[in-house]
């Protein structure tokens, strides 16, 4: 079975500081990999994602993610965070399973920003 | 277009009522998902469906009936639920690949924040 493992339920950073949020998976196979954001009281939006191309993934508004199969390691960072980044994320692992795919989700990085 | 729409955004039902909740995309997705999410919890997958069929039902109690009455549509129906389930409820569309490949991502509406009383 595939899971995923965020670091850290809880990451504060000032305003214009790099962000880490850290995700591990477990898959026996090559995994495809998401991270999603949710702001408060909304659904979720896709950041990123890894089908196994290229292993630095770019996605929306300045985060990427690198694919370290090594370290079985996908980490989300941005270079400046932003007011508006303060949400939650979530490393999601995907399988395909009865027609569509199932997402494992892990149990979510609840990030701060402060002035 | 990449919008899941969700209707409505907020329903707050007692335990004898009957309610349901909707969801659209027009992505020409063939596969549909229910989730329920708690507060400060990840999303919890109930059922799946593709091209229209159920393919996966989380064991999700009865009170809870999925409906997809076609490509664009889902639906799930509320009959006699308890306080504990009270929650955001999330729908969420994504391709279906036929042959073996990567996953599609999925995409997710705002969801329905039912409140059970």
């Known amino acids: 079975a595939q899971s995923v493992t965020q670091l850290d339920s809880h990451v504060s950073v000032s305003e214009g500081t790099p962000v880490l949020l850290r995700c591990n998976y477990s898959?026996?196979?090559?995994?495809?990999l998401f991270w999603y954001v949710q702001h408060p009281n909304k659904g979720l939006q896709l950041l990123l994602k890894?089908?196994?191309?290229a292993t630095l993934v770019k996605g929306i508004n300045g985060f990427e993610a690198e694919f370290k199969k090594s370290e079985t390691s996908f980490h989300l960072t941005k270079p400046s965070a932003h007011m508006s980044d303060a949400a939650e994320y979530f490393c999601?692992?995907?399988?395909?399973w009865g027609g569509g795919n199932k997402l494992t989700f892990g149990t979510g990085t609840q990030l701060k920003v402060e002035l | 277009d990449t919008e899941v729409t969700q209707t409505p955004k907020h329903l707050v039902m007692g335990m004898t009522n009957k309610k349901s909740l909707k969801c659209e995309q027009h992505?020409?997705?063939?596969?549909m998902y229910w989730y329920k999410q708690k507060a400060k919890k990840p999303p919890e997958l109930m059922f799946v469906?593709?091209?229209?069929?159920?393919?996966i039902n989380e064991s999700v109690p009865s009170r809870f009936s999925p409906e997809c009455p076609n490509s664009s549509l889902l639906n799930l129906h509320l009959h006699a639920l308890q306080p504990e389930d009270s929650a955001l409820y999330l729908c969420?569309?994504?391709?279906?690949?036929?042959?073996?490949?990567?996953?599609?991502?999925?995409?997710f509406g705002p969801g329905t924040r039912l409140t059970v009383t």
């Open positions: 969420a569309s994504s391709q279906d690949i036929p042959a073996l490949s990567n996953s599609y991502e999925q995409y």
């Open positions: 992505m020409g997705h063939r596969a």
């Open positions: 898959s026996s196979y090559s995994p495809s």
């Open positions: 469906y593709s091209y229209e069929k159920l393919s």
């Open positions: 890894y089908t196994s191309a």
């Open positions: 999601v692992v995907s399988e395909r």
